[in-house]
């Protein structure tokens, strides 16, 4: 067998024929399921006429076959493994196909599969092919009716896309209802999801008054988790009536909680799927994180409804057209909904980890890759987080209303078409004037740009002096970048006044809080009337998805800390002084040197502790550490025993010299209060939390105490869930043990808490780790054909910093085997999980031997092709 090639961006052609309706019937069976199919077709326009009909298909058994009635014979048509070619056909015609699939086989969760008995779909983004041969691409739109049929007892619950039309019973306890969806779509966002559902109802009313009943379909007991994502949806709904003006468009929203999925959710039109980790919440089950992640992917899903159904994809290489404007979308949804400076720093902890590691990696690809060889490899934080970032800076540089503007003339121009990210971006230059066309290097280019930045006071002219420098490093296939346009917001702080000076730049006054723009390789910025020295505050809000170094001092850091106006430099500085005594402290551990703490730090901490900061959710983010991860982000080559030495050293420090400190503000921030997922709440539980892990890292005899009642008296999962998880990563078996094990006797019916249950142990820092997982991969509740256990128990693991990079290697070995055997059952999940072994590089020359040697011993197996493409880059 070849391997898998490569398609190309610049290989698009316009599909040669189009499907303007689609008629579909599903006779349910789990290994014989037949699928008839009808598609009106016709040649478009302009194209040759003998060019055949290809219509893709995968693990599909033909059975017939007809054009306008007749049917084809054998040497009418041509099969591969792949696609389906039919060499003449009419302008016009109607193609009817019927083949037959086997969903009980399915575990590659694409197409059409089972979940706990239930039948559910997943056709983003080629999966559609695995029901029915068809032009499985987001540019062939086409209107759907859709027969489902069932088996009464086992499916009483039979739904597809749009509104249902007809319902009946058939003979030997079969039933259908038919569904039909009048808005065109690609085959990517059909849906169909049949079994022993439940659903909770409700009512919301849109902007012009329309009623459009609300449907949450669950499994019977899940039927107490479904109101704060019921609530979100609503919430969701008016939003988007109000920040864009957009209504939904049918009578009937429905989710649908599935238990085995390989993402978050999936937002095919009027039947959004989700997983049921994305969806489902109770407080006695649920964590306040998973309440905002479930109402920003509900908020998400939504979302898509116009960014991404209404006006979909050209071709997959635009997918960030849809995903970054979306992940926009809700994280603006989230930020006015809850704190939005929380919201920020938290989204930006998470890309300047994630995302900076990928863009740095043997993987990294722009946000518009050029090619591909497998698109489910492509869901990345690339496209959707930097995807996000780039669509914020363009809001930014054209102030919300020519945004707003833009986006509607998007939407109103693009209504029921597949297009490209030039023509979102044509309508942002179209409404504002602006020139974007170096903006658009921003979707070509990979790779995190940095910014070397230095400053320097005039005294004598009252001037200051910025000059910023960029440069973005090579990445696999663009060894040579061009200077970007970079917004850079910024502000200088005056260290006698602690205000914010105004910028007065080339006689122009632009106020206290500006923004300058870095468009070439160089520039010097001169601030005019500067009364006296300043500290920059640059990148304020995280202004662009880039590495900024500045040599700030330590006093720097403190000052910003105490008086920048930005609430997200003001971590930042936090964060960036905390990454200095950190340094020394790797550097102190790997010279086997006495390690001493930076008492800047500790004043800097007691400052936060014992200071008039009201908003308490940001103070929880301020206490935090950076994580291990970020830290090794940081450093040239990652050492992971003294990076975890290291951190550990400032908490055990932190917790001795503030001890009182810590005791006060837990004490300060118990309630009693019945749980509520309020902003008010979440931001008293995070504090209080925060500080019980200072605590409870020198084993304080009050802190134990308090941690061990806290887990007793099991108020909602956040509190319990972080107890244990302080308890069970203690060094002390009397704390870990029993309460490890009371948990897992309390929720084992329960599979979501029971994957909070496994991540939980296998993120001990204890060296035992490696066995655990072992040992867990064999329990009842463990099942390495669903995602989310594949995900709570590997690929946190994976995450465990010190136990994964282990030096006899067993880490790496345990994830390839991982790999090698969800490569035959799942190969999107295979590819997702290979990700820590491809950061080889990053390490010492030691784990680098071992870890090449997993990814060539994965590389020795028949390869499903997204696991071959990740390994070959991981290689090159
Ligand atoms: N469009 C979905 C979302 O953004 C994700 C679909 C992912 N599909 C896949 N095969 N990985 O919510
Ligand atoms: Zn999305």
Redesign the pocket.
Known sequence: MSDPQPVYLSDYQPPAYQVTHTELTFDLDPTTTRVKARLRMERHPGTDSKAPLVLNGEHLTLISLAIDGNPLSDTAYQLTDEALYIEEVPEAFTLESEVEIAPSSNTAL?GLYLSNGMYCT?C????FRRITYYPDRPDVMATFKVTVIGDAEGEPVLLANGNPVDQGTLESGRHFVTWEDPHPKPCYLFALVAGDLHKVEDVFQTMSGRNVTLQLWVEQENLDKTEHAMASLKRAMTWDEQTYGREYDLDLFMIVAVNDF??????NKGLNIFNSAAVLTHPDTATDTTFQNVEG?VA??YF?NWS?NRVTCRDWFQLSL??GF??FRDQCFSADTNSAPVKRIQDVSFFRTAQFAEDGGPTAHPIRPDHFIE??NF?TLTI?EKGAEVVRMLCNLLGWEDFRRGSDLYFDRFDGQAVTIEDFIGCMAEVSGADLNQFMRWYSQAGTPEIDAHGEYDYVNAAYHLTLRQRTPATPGQPDKLPLHIPVRMGLVGTKSGQDLTLTLEGEKLGKDAVIHLTEDEQTFVFADVAEAPVPSLLRDFSAPVKLHFPYSREDLAFLLTHDSDGFNRWDAGQRLAMLALDDLIAAHRNGVEKVMDSRVVEAFRTLLTGSMDDKAVLAEMLTLPSEAYIAEQQPIVDVDAIHAAREFVRQSLAVALRDEFVGVYKANVSDEPYSPTPEQIAQRSLKNVALTYLMSIEDEEGVALCEAQFAAGHNMTDVRHALTLLSHSDRDDLASPALKAFGEKWAHDPLVMDQWFTIQVTRPQSDVLDRVQYLMQHPAFSIKNPNKVRALVGAFAQNRVNFHRLDGKGYALLADVVIELNRLNP?IAARLITPLTRWQRFDEERQQLMRAELLRIKQEPLSSNVFEVVEKALA
């Open positions: 694409e997943q983003e983004a080629e999966g390989n993402m978050g959710a999936m937002e992917i998400h899903e898509h991404g849809k995903e979306t992940v698109i489910t869901y959707y999107e």
